[in-house]
């Protein structure tokens, strides 16, 4: 088993910038693939970004390239999503996934497939 609890979710003005942490316990982090997803007030969970194990690859969205980060420092057990230049259509609770990996360089997109799954954490872009 593992657990996920995050952090760093807040109310921001638009321009602003936050930054997501996620802690894992339980298991070895470094053998889990992470990624970040979200979901706004009526609408699906979404992918927002991904990282491998090693940290050597990651992925994003389009709606949030070039302004969001995702991160990890697996001797912390943590995964960080930076967001700089945040928009009113960010706002969305926030939440990290992982998933047993053995390939160093892959990520994952779909919710489908992660295992584990954190209780999320609010975002607010104010206009």
């Known amino acids: 088993q593992v657990q996920l609890v995050e952090s760093g979710g807040g109310l921001v003005q638009a321009g602003g910038s936050l930054r997501l942490s996620c802690v894992a316990s339980g298991r070895t982090f470094s053998s889990y693939a992470m990624g970040w997803f979200r979901q706004a007030p009526g609408k699906e969970r979404e992918f927002v970004a991904a990282?491998?194990?090693?940290?050597?690859?990651?992925y994003y969205t389009d709606s949030v390239k070039g302004r969001f980060t995702i991160s990890r420092d697996n001797a912390k057990n943590t995964v960080y999503l930076q967001m700089n230049s945040l928009k009113p259509e960010d706002t969305a609770v926030y939440s990290c996934a992982a998933r047993l990996s053995y390939r160093g360089n892959s990520f994952y997109i779909e919710t489908r497939e992660y295992d584990y799954w954190g209780q999320g954490t609010q975002v607010t872009v104010s206009s």
């Open positions: 990282i491998s194990w090693s940290g050597g690859s990651t």
